[in-house]
């Protein structure tokens, strides 16, 4: 098999292997913990996914809104290449300081409001990992310190409240919270501390606080929980809990922030200010992995000791060098504002669509964030269809197609998309 293209060869992408080399290579080699579409990908760009012959595909999941700039999006590449050019994009040791990581803490940690007001308006700090997952396994850390040193709970008793349905990760403590089983069977002893309710209940939310509690971790908005918007008032009924019983309330917003709902952040349609955010995917435009806690100052002083916490390759420079670019993106270009004005017409356009067809439920979401719930329970089915008219969606929670496209997806695209959904939805 061959393996590299090289600048004299046509062929898209790394290399000129056959789509059979890979998949037989990825069967042979590779673990086997995704239920996969039968698309070879080679090359990216803006919202087009294309394959080894040319062939192209309107992406209709931005890598759970890792791409909401779009795909390779022209300015966050130029910085990464100035980086590597520059020679100012390599790993440092975390024993000595890099500007970069400087100032890209100060650009999140300005740009996410004043958090956990009642610990005072001294500003954000941001604590940078890699994947989404680790940032929140720091905000487990967060809530379980605060619980010990400033709730006096005993170490060991402390508890979490979180929602049902919920998708955070899956590293063992983060499916120990998670009532999914398939993410968690044969992989205890799982990790205790956790109390589940129903999402969106918050009168099971008040009367699951006990004496060990010490926080409230949930997602404003559901992606893989079936792309469900929690009724108005729910995140309201979190922050009163947290403030009445002294507890931290965390926000989720790693596929739901950073403009995918129409807001930069999801919180803010219902104008509720968390203790704590979880950014991630779309941070670094879908280019190098990075994510972040970001939370008051105060607290972050209070829980984060040297020894405390550390990370390898977390806010390294040429993540940082992304990050900083991919929030200029964000702001400079208004993609929060272009997700809320295109995906109010596009979701319009998708009811029209479900008004005509026997197999849709409900249609629901914000944003370019929007769930189309099948009677059938099995998205699969007509997402395998999607995907033979040059689309890619995928489903949520098995019974919801997701349609989350770049947030740089325009008219043109958005009719492509629309036409396609009506021949597979409408009978």
Known sequence: MTDINTMNQAALGFSQASDKDILDAEQVFGAHHYGRLNLVVRKTEGCWLYSQDGSKYLDC?????????GHHNPKIVAALKNALDGNYGSVISNVVYTDVLGLFLKKISTLVPQLGLRFGKEG?????KNGGVESVETAVKLARYYGYKSKGIADGKQEIIVAGNNFHGRTITIVSMSSTPK?????????????????????????????????????????????????????????????????????????????????????????????????????????????????????????????SDGSTYGGYPLACVAGIAALDVLVDDDLPGRAAKVGAVLKKRIEAVAAKSSHVKEVRGRGLFIGIEVKSGDAMVFCRKLLDLGVLANDSHGHTIRISPPLTINDEEMDYLVERLEKVLVD
């Open 61 to 69: 999941l931005a890598a759970y809104s890792a791409a909401n700039q």
């Open 124 to 128: 954000n700090k941001a604590l940078p």
């Open 183 to 307: 993410y968690k069977e044969g992989f205890g002893p799982l990790t205790p501390g956790f109390k589940m309710v129903d999402y969106g209940n918050g009168k099971q939310l008040a009367d699951a606080v006990n004496e060990n509690t010490c926080a409230i971790l949930v997602e404003p908005m559901q992606g893989e929980g079936g792309m469900y918007i929690p009724e108005q008032g729910y995140l309201k009924t979190c922050r009163e809990v947290a403030d009445k019983h002294d507890l931290l309330l965390i926000f989720d917003e790693i596929q739901v922030g950073l403009g995918r709902t129409g807001k930069m952040f999801c919180f803010e349609h219902e104008n509720v200010v968390p203790d704590a955010i979880i950014l991630g995917k779309a941070i670094s435009g879908g280019l190098v992995p990075l994510s972040v806690l970001v939370t008051n100052s105060a607290l972050m002083d209070m829980v984060f000791k040297p020894g």
